[in-house]
């Protein structure tokens, strides 16, 4: 009788608890037992059909399905939305820079330093910059393993640097040999008649690429600038050998004179 009159009870409290759609416990456990520092405690596998929403803010845009994290705008930069521990040893995070639409990926305790990987509302990304005003803004040394090419579809053979358009630059430093084996005691410094007639011949002074090789192969500025430098010395060897005939020149006119 008592059983009848449990089930008769239970039945009849049924249409009162479907009334409630929520739940209120301070502490639960599932599939583990309770650790008090912890409101939810999970010993398995987790599964959520909707979009799950974590932080201390809450956004009912429907963005897609997954994991929201959400914050307060002006969270303060010395948390983040979402942070990965490391052994209780270091401490990575991401999320959007206070009150800022900058979201930032970075390798510390806390977003408040300059340095990881910062995309603001306009795409534009910034390493080691937090308010980046390009496209790719870096701050820092920037290092290409195979190569880098800059408005073309891919890279030329022989080349680590290729870059379609004008480059400008305030300075320009190449390291190579230079040509002061001119002033060498064994070089053979060609005479001006032979100069003279490697230039009718070849169009072209010695030891210079000609046009048709730069149009083909391109111009090698380190390599030119030796050449250039190797014609100047050859030069100015000339002029002092033409000063030398001149002033043996000279004093043979007075010599005449003199007599």
């Keep these: 009788m008592k ?10 409290s049924l249409p009162a608890l479907a009334q409630y759609d929520t739940i209120s416990v301070g502490y639960l456990g ?19 059909a909707n979009p799950a929403h974590f932080g201390e803010s809450f ?11 959400a914050r307060p705008a002006n969270q303060g930069d010395t948390r983040f939305h979402l942070s990965f521990v490391r052994a209780g040893q270091w401490v990575a995070g991401m999320g959007f820079l206070q009150s800022s639409n900058t979201f ?23 390493i080691n910059n937090r308010t980046p005003a390009t496209a790719l803004d870096v701050n820092g040394t920037l290092r290409a393993e195979t190569g880098m090419v800059v408005n073309m ?9 290729a870059v379609n358009g004008t480059i400008g630059g305030t300075k320009l430093k190449v390291t190579q040999s230079w040509a002061d084996y001119v002033f060498a005691p064994g070089y053979k410094l060609p005479s001006l008649a032979e100069v003279e007639a490697h230039i009718k011949e070849n169009h072209k002074l010695p030891d210079i690429p000609s046009e048709k090789q730069i149009a083909a192969e391109g111009l090698d500025v380190g390599e ?3 050449l250039q430098m190797q014609k100047i010395e050859e030069l100015t060897l000339y002029i002092i050998d033409l000063k030398k005939q001149l002033e ?7 010599a005449l004179k003199a007599k």
């Design 3 to 12: 059983k009848i009159l449990l089930c008769l009870f239970m039945a009849g």
């Design 30 to 48: 599932v599939g583990t037992y309770v650790n008090k520092t912890f409101n939810l405690n999970v010993g398995g596998k987790s599964r959520f």
């Design 59 to 69: 956004d009912d845009t429907p963005y897609g399905y997954g994991i929201q994290v």
């Design 104 to 126: 930032a990926i970075q390798n510390y305790g806390n977003n408040s330093v300059s340095t990881g990987i910062f995309i603001t509302s306009a795409s534009n990304v910034g």
């Design 153 to 161: 579809a891919s890279l030329p053979t022989g080349y680590t640097l």
């Design 224 to 226: 030119m600038q030796k």
């Design 248 to 254: 043996a020149q000279q004093k043979e006119i007075e």
